[in-house]
């Protein structure tokens, strides 16, 4: 598996950002009072995220993944800002089947991919602080599928009103240059907020292209839980862009 923006691997809910915005509030402690669902993708999440909850923490997108892999899977996480790369290091240390990259997350993935054996999934969820990495995950992907066309394909979005000044529209923008590259492809979205200006990012969303068998099923049904927890005016939804021959 391929993590091109893995970040600092873990987060303290005491951490000066995190105190501050108190995000947290809003979304996985509405989950923590949950020990059973219906979803068994939603389940194990949960299994996975409540040690951590636990300890006040929360673990970014490296350690689920660790979490996950096979005896014989390997990992590979790239974050290029020194800081992040530091907390990284210190948070992965000792575990199996990590490879750590301080480069570039687009410019990595295009060098370790294809796999060998040929085969495996990749993570790609930006900041979008710059407008420009809009661009930059579908050039990437194009390049990347030109060589490797049976990766399954992660792509983490948000959801930004008019506030975000050209922002806004720009990750639709880019699931539909994106939904055309893959054999299959579709979006799952979680709005949390009305779609308001003063409201700036109300949601957000994944992108997936060649997507597992049944993996919409799941997703729509651990969708479906979630929203009931989180809120009244929680929704989500999830559609396809491509399905196969089309």
């Known amino acids: 598996m391929f993590d091109t923006h ?19 509030e809003s979304g996985i402690s509405k989950l923590e009072s949950i020990s059973q669902t219906r979803s068994s993708l939603l389940n194990n999440y949960l299994s996975i995220v409540k040690p951590f909850y636990d300890e006040s923490s929360y673990p970014g997108s490296p350690l689920i993944s660790q979490s996950l892999l096979r005896e014989n899977d390997t990992l590979h996480l790239m974050e290029l800002h020194p800081a992040e790369f530091d907390k990284l290091q210190h948070v992965m240390k000792r575990r199996s089947g990590c490879h750590l990259h301080k480069r570039d997350g687009f410019e990595g993935l295009l060098a370790l ?14 900041p979008y602080e710059r407008f420009q990495e809009y661009q930059d995950v579908s050039r990437t992907l194009k390049k990347m599928f ?3 066309e049976q990766g399954i394909v992660v792509i ?15 990750s639709e923008v880019m699931y539909e240059v994106l939904g055309d590259l893959a054999k299959t492809s579709f979006v799952a979205e979680l709005v949390v907020e009305d779609a308001s200006d003063d409201n700036g990012m ?5 992108c997936v ?8 099923e799941h997703l729509s049904s651990a969708l479906d839980e979630l929203t009931t927890v989180m809120g009244d005016d929680v ?9 196969e021959g089309e």
């Open 6 to 24: 893995s970040g600092a691997g873990k987060y303290q809910f005491e951490e000066t950002t995190m105190a501050q915005n108190k995000e947290f």
């Open 113 to 126: 991919t294809p796999p060998r054996p040929n085969r495996g999934a990749v993570l790609i969820d930006p």
């Open 146 to 148: 030109g060589h490797w």
């Open 156 to 170: 983490w979005y948000p959801l930004l009103s008019a506030r975000a000044g050209k922002k806004h529209g720009a």
């Open 202 to 206: 109300y949601g957000s969303g994944v």
């Open 209 to 216: 292209l060649n997507p597992p068998w049944q993996l919409d």
């Open 235 to 243: 929704t989500s939804s999830l559609r396809w862009l491509k399905r």
